[in-house]
């Protein structure tokens, strides 16, 4: 398997390690895990985790439960153990260049004046206070849940990145804004 293909089923093996989950179970993990810098459709888990499971590199397990949908149930094999710790150990691919929308309006916004970008930069400062406030309730919920967890430590590198990526994006803001301000005012004059 290549490329996005392969990803999805390292994203699965991953999120498998955890403990053995059903495709719904993956589905509503992955916005409050992985989700915050990773996305995977539903469209490709349920086929990547029939080619896992016809590859060998997980089991899976069928129950019914009365008045309930069959549950299948999703784990990890030792191959696929196997393929998960050979992947984490290989290094990752360099990240692809940043497109923002932003930074591109940004870049022009001298065609507009400065007021058009304050705008812009304002609602980027909103977004990233909210996504901050995500990320530090989402940090609290998991420290609760799994207090001695002994993969705690690696999902909250993983979150620190996305705190630290915002409070630097605010940080960003509040010195573009005033900037922009001072850019008005020479405008204006």
Known sequence: MEGKQSNTVNALLGLLSIHPMSGYDIRQLIPGSIGHFWSESYGQIY?????MTAEGLIAKKTSRTKGKPVRHEYSLTEAGRTRLAAWLKVPPAAPAPVRS???LKLFFGGQVGAEVSRAHVEDALA???KTLAVYEATERAIKAAHPHNPHLPFWLFTLNLGR???KATIEWCVETLKELDRLAGIDGQ
């Open 47 to 51: 086929p990547a985790l029939k080619r």
């Open 127 to 129: 977004f990233e206070q």
């Open 101 to 103: 929308e932003l930074l």
């Open 164 to 166: 630290h990526t915002s």
